[in-house]
């Protein structure tokens, strides 16, 4: 099985409620950008999960949209930074299906990369995921160390 998770792109800095911040023309940009890179790759999720802040769907929206994909991003709790990335990765191996996609957050991303690749969460995850990075990942199992890193797309 093939799984992409993949980092927001760039937000504001700022809003009343952090769940709310929104991406900047940059963002937007950089979103946009990765799905086509995704697609000219040959990924084609058939899933797209998203966090439940405003930055993870505007990703995912942009990502369906560079990749021709006619759906909707399915919205999950657990998967924003609040969350240990123990929970996270749970939360994850649920909803995984071959060819998945989940947009979310740092610091959990890199240490659910690490924790699969490397079976440690600790590691330094190249290329380091600047925002609307994607890591694709070819895994069995969610055990630690039991997946290969098959790509990583960066706008």
């Avoid at 929970?87 to 060819?99: K, L, R, W």
């Avoid at 440690?120 to 055990?143: G, I, K, M, S, W």
Wanted: a negative charge; one cysteine or more.
């Amino acid at each position: 099985m093939n799984i992409i998770l993949m980092r927001h792109g760039e937000a504001v800095p700022f809003a009343l409620n952090d769940g709310d911040r929104i991406l900047t023309t940059n963002g937007r940009g950089e979103a946009s950008n990765t799905g086509t890179q995704l697609k000219k790759a040959g990924w084609k999720p058939q899933t797209v999960f998203c966090s439940t802040r405003v930055r993870a769907q505007q990703t995912s929206e942009l990502v369906i949209g560079a990749l021709g994909l006619a759906m909707k991003p399915q919205v999950l709790k657990g998967i924003t930074p609040e969350y240990d990335w123990i929970e996270a990765a749970v939360t994850i191996e649920q909803h995984a299906t071959d060819q998945s996609l989940f947009v979310f957050h740092q610091p959990i991303l890199t240490q659910i990369v690490g924790h699969l690749t490397e079976a440690n969460a600790n590691v330094d995850v190249q290329p380091c995921a600047a925002p609307a990075t994607a890591y694709v990942l070819a895994l069995e199992t969610f055990l630690p160390g039991s997946a290969t890193l098959v790509g990583a797309y960066q706008p």
